[in-house]
């Protein structure tokens, strides 16, 4: 099992969601963040001073997938996302221990799926 992390800008949260739900992805949980990547350390202000990097709106994508799943749910996730421009998003593979559904008390495969 692994959790799917995607950090993407914010406009492209329903195309993301769009193509999570074509390859049937349908559980998933959303958070308004802010955050900044590579560019952040390079942007200049007038007078062309370093300045520290403004933190942008993004939308964080957390999904819990059996391993199987993790291929189709990264590739619906690039294509929902990219531009093929800087700050496009970035997506983190992260293992998961254990999931369990509260209300029947499964776990592993059968409480994700
Ligand atoms: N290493 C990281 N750790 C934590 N969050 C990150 C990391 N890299 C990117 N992010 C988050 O993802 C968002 C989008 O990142 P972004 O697409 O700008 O990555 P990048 O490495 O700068 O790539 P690019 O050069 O394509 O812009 C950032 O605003 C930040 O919230
Ligand atoms: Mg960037």
Do not use: W
Not at 7 to 24: F, I, R, T, W, Y
Not at 39 to 50: T, W
Not at 85 to 110: A, N, Q, W, Y
């Amino acid at each position: 099992m692994k959790v799917i992390v995607a950090v993407v800008p914010s406009d492209k949260l329903n195309d993301v969601k769009n193509a999570l739900l074509e390859v049937k992805v349908g559980k998933i949980t959303v958070t308004h963040v802010i955050g900044c990547g590579a560019q952040a350390g390079k942007i200049e202000d007038d007078q062309g001073n370093p300045t520290g990097g403004e933190l942008m709106g993004r939308v964080r994508f957390e999904i819990a997938v059996n391993d199987d799943y993790v291929k189709p749910t990264v590739e619906a996730i690039i294509k929902g996302a990219r531009t093929g421009h800087i700050g496009d998003g970035k997506i983190f593979i992260v293992p998961l221990e254990e999931c369990i559904r509260i209300r029947t008390g499964e776990s592993g495969r059968m409480a994700i799926g």
